[in-house]
């Protein structure tokens, strides 16, 4: 049974906490940006990701606070000056990050505050962290506001114009190393994501040729109460169904197994478990084989 929540007819307040609870864990973007008095301010929002690459684009929101509906200093100096530095949060960091996310006065440093280290950057104003791994300088394309009342946002749109990424997150591939950069996520209340070991999943499925599909596999296969709903879709993401000549060595290979139709799903989730969905299904199929 499911709960339903009609927006307008909750408090702000519990309708955000559903939203964030719900859409979790999310990116956090650092937000460095300086007034017209020259003064840097430091902020996290976690309404934010990439929405394009060509132009480079990043998009955060800065809300209304539901309290009062006043809004934000990053708000306000991006409205004034058109820029901002987006830094990233590595698990490193992020309890320093958890200090500046305070409601200091105006005027007042979250760098001084939380201890991290201002750096010049090279084509806008405000300073970047030193300590984050990756910078982005950003040129303020766009502010959309999203309504007037508490709670609502001001979209935000962001060309990078810049990135500075530490060569200690680069793989040997060229590429960041998610286990290096060692990112948090914003999750509802306090609750956070620290997006690099076990919680690290790969997930290879091919996007540019054609796979099998669910419905194209056998019905027992379909209805099995052994296999759950991610290791029939590993089934499904095959790109083709095994050749006679594949189902013939799964046969001698796993013999012993096969007059046991729980054995057989057990061996498969072995498979499906390291990711050998052909040689899953091929077993599976000496199912059908022998029905047949």
Same mark, same amino acid.
């Given at each position: ?62 809300? !209304? ?29 992020? !309890? ?197």
């Amino acid at each position: 049974m499911k709960r339903k929540i009609y927006p307008g007819k909750i408090p702000t307040r519990d309708l955000h906490q559903f939203l964030l609870g719900a859409v979790a864990p999310r990116p956090i973007a650092f937000v460095g940006t300086i007034d017209e008095n020259g003064n840097d301010n430091l902020a996290p929002y976690s309404f934010f990701n990439v929405f394009s690459s060509n132009p480079p684009m990043a998009v955060f929101s800065s809300n !209304r606070r539901v309290v009062d509906n006043t809004t934000k200093d990053t708000l306000h100096n991006i409205e004034k000056n058109k820029e901002c530095v987006i830094n990233v949060v590595s698990h490193s960091i992020v !309890r320093q990050m958890a200090v500046s996310s305070v409601q200091f006065d105006p005027g007042v440093s979250e760098y001084e505050k939380s201890g991290l280290t201002p750096v010049d950057s090279e084509l806008v104003k405000p300073k970047r962290v030193l300590e984050s791994p990756v910078n982005m300088e950003c040129k303020v394309q766009q502010i959309i506001p999203l309504g007037s009342h508490g709670g609502a946002g001001h979209l935000i749109l962001c060309e990078i114009v810049l990135m500075h990424i530490n060569e200690s997150v680069i793989d040997e591939n060229d590429r960041i190393d998610p286990h290096k950069i060692d990112l948090m996520g914003r999750n509802g209340r306090a609750y956070y994501t620290r997006s690099s070991g076990d919680a690290i999943e790969t997930i290879v499925q091919a996007v540019t040729e054609m796979v099998i599909g669910y419905d194209a596999l056998p019905k027992f296969i379909r209805e099995s109460e052994q296999l759950n709903g991610n290791e029939i879709g590993q089934l499904a993401g095959n790109t083709r169904f095994p050749t006679a000549e594949e189902i013939d060595e799964i046969q001698i290979e796993y013999q012993e197994n096969l007059n046991d139709n729980e054995q057989i799903m057990c061996k498969a989730k072995e498979l499906l478990q390291d990711d050998n969905r052909l040689k899953a299904l091929s077993l599976l199929m000496t199912q059908v084989k022998k029905e047949s």
